[in-house]
């Protein structure tokens, strides 16, 4: 009996394994967060995982921030938290290996691809089915909860690469989309706990 309890737990986590490769995924090290406008000198911008520092928030998303700290009570990591009024907060953690947390709420702001492409509020929904078409054809309508209720909604995988392999894990980009408009309105990194 315990071995076919194994089993099913064995299939049923495979199956969520299998079912992430019909999505999009982003290697974690393969996107950086930039304030649009800002001027980074010819300099490619520090990857969004390298960010630790005040300076480094400063160089790539600007000044004006709000700074305080925060406890991620599910989590149990202290962060220090950046909120822009214009559309960006970012949850740096102290712990040297925990990872940035992010939600863009702005035109300001973005993310840049490896390859170039900035993904920004506003964008049409034919340009984020262009960057992420597997995602992008999973997209739900959202029920709950009531702040987005009736949004279009897609996930992003995040991978590692360990030993010449790429994994696809748990955490992901979630992205929101008007119905009415078509425009991006917001998207955040989301860990499962």
């Given amino acids: 009996m315990k071995s076919w309890f194994f089993i099913g737990i064995v299939c049923a986590f495979s199956g969520s394994l299998f079912a992430q490769v019909d999505y999009d995924f982003l290697h974690r090290n393969s996107f950086s967060i930039i304030k649009q406008s800002q001027n980074l000198a010819g300099n490619k911008p520090k990857k969004a995982y390298q960010l630790r520092t005040c300076q480094e928030v400063e160089t790539h998303c600007g000044t004006g921030y709000v700074k305080k700290k925060v406890h991620g009570e599910l989590t149990d990591t202290d962060f220090t938290e950046y909120t822009y009024a214009d559309g960006l907060t970012l949850q740096i953690p102290e712990d040297e290996n925990g990872h940035l947390w992010f939600t863009i709420t702005g035109e300001s702001y973005g993310m840049i691809l490896d390859n170039g492409t900035i993904v920004h509020v506003g964008m049409k929904?034919?340009?984020?089915?262009?960057?992420?078409?597997?995602?992008?054809?999973?997209?739900?309508?959202?029920?709950m909860p009531i702040g987005k209720k009736g949004k279009i909604s897609f996930i992003v995988f995040l991978a590692i690469t360990i030993e010449d392999q790429t994994r696809i894990v748990e955490e992901r980009i979630n992205f929101f989309v008007n119905p009415d408009s078509g425009l991006l309105e917001e998207f955040y990194y989301y860990e499962p706990l």
């Fill in 125 to 143: 929904a034919e340009e984020l089915q262009t960057i992420f078409p597997k995602s992008y054809s999973k997209r739900k309508s959202i029920e």
